[in-house]
């Protein structure tokens, strides 16, 4: 089962613009993190945010997290065409059984960049 | 330093075959997880292993197993195929046992088709 929901499903935008996607999510997690995915093919990894961040940047992306609300959103500034992908958020979550490496992922966030 | 490695890249079995998928970590990363994923669920976590050891599970079928070796490439197995099995397969792998402050390294995926 995923962890949570992505909105919008899809966005398009001009070159230029600002693009921005909302995670939400049910249960404590460890940290958050966003991955992109060029059409169908493995996944990269853009930025984590721990559970005791608000908020992140890195280049063009900003994350904030706010685990009260139980939400995150990436802003990705001044896009590109290059841009063009599915945007995915992960959950490390809390397991209290030991250690673990599993990610619960959002819906995704399908972004077309027009130039 | 290499990145993730997924043989074969695509995949065409009829349903009943079994199949077997492999998956080289960076070197020196410990842990290997497995997802899939598909069009209507999305991406599912499959299992987790680190050093040989399967740590955790996802909700999959008895028929979905996996295994990982000493020198921490992992396979995994999918026996008695059905037409829903068709997605593509990701592999991650890690270098820490937790991934409170670490990111994981997707692979490009094996496409597997089910006829």
């Known amino acids: 089962s995923q962890q949570g929901e992505e909105d919008p499903q899809a966005l398009s935008i001009q070159e230029g613009e600002n693009a921005t996607m909302n995670c939400s999510y049910k249960?404590?997690?460890?940290?958050l993190q966003w991955y992109r995915q060029n059409s169908g093919r493995g996944l990269v990894h853009l930025i984590l945010?721990?559970?005791?961040?608000r908020e992140k940047h890195s280049g063009r992306l900003r994350v904030t997290l706010d685990t009260s609300k139980k939400s995150s959103s990436l802003l990705i500034t001044a896009s590109r065409a290059a841009d063009t992908a599915s945007y995915f958020c992960?959950?490390?979550?809390?397991?209290?059984?030991?250690?673990?490496?599993?990610?619960?992922f959002g819906t995704g966030t399908l972004l077309a960049v027009q130039p | 330093k290499a990145g993730v490695t997924q043989t074969p890249r695509y995949l065409i079995k009829t349903r009943g075959q079994q199949v077997t998928l492999s998956c080289s970590p960076i070197?020196?990363?410990?842990?290997v997880s497995w997802y899939q994923q598909t069009p209507g669920q999305g991406l599912q976590f499959l299992f987790e292993?680190?050093?040989?050891?399967?740590?955790n599970k996802g909700n999959f079928p008895g028929r979905f197993s996996g295994r990982q070796f000493s020198n921490s490439r992992s396979e995994m197995n999918v026996s008695t195929l059905e037409l829903g099995d068709s997605a593509l397969y990701l592999c991650a792998s890690s270098m820490l046992r937790d991934t409170s402050y670490n990111e994981q390294f997707f692979g490009p995926g094996t496409r597997l088709t089910v006829l």
């Open positions: 249960t404590s997690i460890n940290n």
């Open positions: 292993y680190f050093s040989e050891t399967q740590r």
């Open positions: 945010i721990r559970s005791n961040e």
């Open positions: 992960a959950t490390s979550v809390m397991n209290y059984g030991g250690a673990t490496n599993k990610l619960i």
């Open positions: 070197s020196g990363h410990r842990s």
